[in-house]
């Protein structure tokens, strides 16, 4: 059974950071598409950034490239989101997401089937 839990969320101020973990259990995850989404209230879920676990390829949203990072820790079975420079428009519900394909990762939602609860960002 995949479970997926996020922390690290929080309120801070614009130009600030936080640092999002997802620790993953009920398996290991070598070689699965790891990702990070986002929901703003009224607005789609939206891709912030993925990183294959096999390779350590990554890749980012326009809209964060530069000030966001994604890592990954095997032995903790934990993906991290390293978030600097934040923005008020950053301010959204961030998921975790998962999904155990030998397709290429993508920042689509419809790619991933295992998903964490959330966990809340509020830049102001």
């Known amino acids: 059974h995949v479970q997926l839990v996020e922390s690290g969320g929080g309120s801070v101020q614009a130009g600030g950071s936080l640092r999002l973990s997802c620790e993953g259990s009920?398996?290991?995850?070598?070689?699965?598409?790891m990702a990070w989404f986002r929901q703003a209230p009224g607005k789609e879920r939206e891709g912030v950034a993925r990183?294959?676990?096999?390779?350590?390829?990554?890749y980012y949203a326009d809209s964060v490239k530069g000030r966001f990072t994604i890592s990954q820790d095997n032995a903790k079975n934990t993906v991290y989101l390293q978030m600097n420079s934040l923005k008020p428009e950053d301010t959204a519900e961030y998921f975790c997401?998962?999904?155990?394909?030998?397709?290429?990762?993508?920042?689509?939602?419809?790619?991933?089937?295992?998903w964490g609860q959330g966990t809340q960002v509020t830049v102001s």
């Open positions: 997401a998962a999904a155990h394909t030998r397709a290429l990762c993508r920042l689509d939602t419809t790619q991933y089937i295992y």
């Open positions: 009920g398996r290991t995850y070598d070689k699965w598409c």
């Open positions: 990183i294959a676990t096999g390779s350590g390829n990554t």
